[in-house]
């Protein structure tokens, strides 16, 4: 036990809290976390690697290119974060029958 827990006036209660915690049921967020994050990502590489064949023959100065190829890439990246943005609130879902949204970011909310 470290010193925050001795500290602690809850202390005794971590262990039920935990165990409660594990048998949570809940839809499993492991894909879309991977796609909200790597999306940008992706979505940069690929249209850096684009961009850079595409302005070979359009910018003949390499450091102007570069710059050009990051800063597209960069925006194409953002705009792609953006869009993952604004498609989270289309990914909750409807309980059936409760009156309540289910949104697995903050759980259940009266409508």
């Known amino acids: 036990m470290d010193e925050a ?3 602690c006036g809850l202390r005794r209660d ?21 796609f909200v994050f790597l999306a940008p990502l992706i979505v ?23 710059a050009a190829v990051f800063l597209l890439s960069a925006v194409f990246g953002v705009l792609t974060a953006a869009a993952v943005r604004l498609a989270i609130p ?4 409807r309980c059936i029958g409760s009156g309540k949204k289910h949104d697995e970011f903050h759980g259940e909310k009266d409508i």
């Open 5 to 7: 827990c001795r500290r």
């Open 14 to 34: 971590c262990q039920s809290v935990y165990e409660a915690l594990g048998r949570v049921q809940g839809p499993s967020v492991v894909w879309r976390s991977i």
């Open 44 to 66: 940069f590489a690929v249209s850096a690697a684009g961009l850079d064949i595409w302005m070979k023959g359009q910018v003949e100065n390499p450091s102007l290119r570069t």
């Open 90 to 93: 289309s990914w909750t879902e």
